[in-house]
């Protein structure tokens, strides 16, 4: 059976390189088998059961000696820590969360972490958060930025990854560039969505008003190629993974992502945590915050492997393709403290020149005010 040769290969690579590594400490127990898991609600998590064998997985921050330096401190002390994690089960972009939960990175950090599949508005998730109904959550910075202009009690703590929105232009219309799409139309999910934000960043750095010049048009997010094809948009905005899976078709060029050009290094999902828990058991939001990097960096080496506990809580996709847009994705880039601040202000920044962001405002004290560094 394929996935069990997968899973054997998995295992022996991972033995190969814990040997090379044996000056390094063996992280995390080896998952034997992944059962299926019950949906979440918002009402309450189901909490995803791991059987545990032998064997070990080789240090997952090897090759990424900047983040070790932020994952000296140990895990909390006493009885673990409960906390409730926000998420989108059917964004690819939050796989470290399930890696975290399934390959024991909370654990080792004393955190019993719970998921709320929180399928609301994000000014309902953020409130939510500050609220106390969840303790923390992982979305995309280019969403919350504006909600978070509000005042909400909610501190990004970390980068998650970069790379997961993709601008999918018609092949029949010759849609292969950004300054192609002067005058045209592009299918987007909604009006306030991350690849209607980036890509307006995107046009507009071109030259190319994005409110005047573009006509965004809107439907439900699985209809996007339809329109493209039907001809009633020369292009399309979304993310993965329904950008990657719809990519594969062969009717879509790849105008551009947000890791193009300049985006090479940017992130595009964060990890917000509740502005009290930091604030009175920063511990437990060091811990939270040290957990997620951790198991991007697992992701970013792994994501085979990745791809496969995601696939369990229903990521959408084969399990080769979820792996395919893992890889294709800057799982192993996550800065915090004064490199997350960096990266907000610019986002702030280019989010005002294109009216999303209220002008009056201050990139800089914007970021530093929602901004939190718990870990030095």
Known sequence: METGENSRKLTSEMAELARRRLSRRAALAFAGALGATAPFAMIGAARALTAWRGGSLPDPLGEFPLCRAAMTEQGLSGPQRALTLAWNATSVCTAAAPVAKERGVFAKQ???????????STEQLLEAIATGKADAGIGMALR???????GFDVRITAGVHGGCIRLLGSKSAGITSLESLGGKSIAISDQASPAKNF???MLAKKGIDPVKDVDWRQYPADLLPLAVEKGEAHALADNDPRTYLWLKDGKLNEVATNLSGEFADRICCVLAIRGRLIREERAAASALTRSVIEAGDMVARYPADAAAVYS???GKGSVEDLAAMLASHTHHNHPVGAALKQQISLYADELRQVSVIKRSTDSA????????DVLS
């Open 365 to 372: 004290k914007f970021a530093e005010r929602i901004c939190a």
């Open 110 to 120: 004393n955190l019993d972490v719970d998921f709320i599949n929180f399928g609301g």
């Open 199 to 201: 890509c307006s960043i």
């Open 312 to 314: 369990a809580y229903g």
């Open 144 to 150: 919350w930025l504006k909600p978070l202009e509000q």
